[in-house]
């Protein structure tokens, strides 16, 4: 079997081409070895471009999440920072509501930062998810403490 040197140069200007991000289809619908392993190249290259989108998605969703962890982190900081301030003169009472207000804006805090660990260390891939079967009242049970005060706070049930 001989292959055209054209035909080599062809493939040679793909590969190439692919690797300078050009898209470029070298399918051959003939029969013969040369023309399945372009083929085989292009099915290649179109596996790894699919890869490539699909990683480039995960990071931008966990982009988003990260801005928007960062954002929700410092709105209770802004928060905290002015109570304190206020909380310097405020009366008893009010020292009270600012205090429990400051707790509670710490505690929302610490259960941002552990999203934001989790979520590193799941890009990471140091954990993986376990998927299993779960009760929807087994886990408002699981809940429950985690959102109780925030429940409280806007009367909720």
Do not use: C
Not at 56 to 80: C, N
């Amino acid at each position: 079997m001989w292959i055209k040197k054209k035909e080599v140069e062809q493939l040679s200007e793909f590969v190439k081409g692919y690797i300078s991000g050009e898209e470029l289809d070298i399918r051959d619908n003939r029969e013969g070895v040369f023309n399945i392993l372009k083929n085989d190249i292009y099915s290649l290259v179109d596996k790894k471009n699919e890869q490539i989108k699909v990683i480039e998605s995960e990071r931008d969703v966990l982009s988003k999440y990260m801005a928007d962890i960062s954002h929700q982190l410092k709105t209770p900081i802004t928060s905290m920072m002015i109570m304190v301030d206020l909380l310097k003169e405020a009366e008893p009472e009010k020292q009270a509501e600012f205090i429990h207000n400051i707790q509670f804006s710490l505690s929302k805090m610490e259960w941002l930062v552990g999203a934001l660990l989790k979520m590193a260390k799941l890009d990471a891939h140091v954990i993986d998810f376990i998927k299993k079967d779960v009760k929807a009242s087994e886990l408002l049970k699981e809940v429950n403490p985690s959102v109780a005060i925030l429940l409280d706070v806007n009367n909720q049930t």
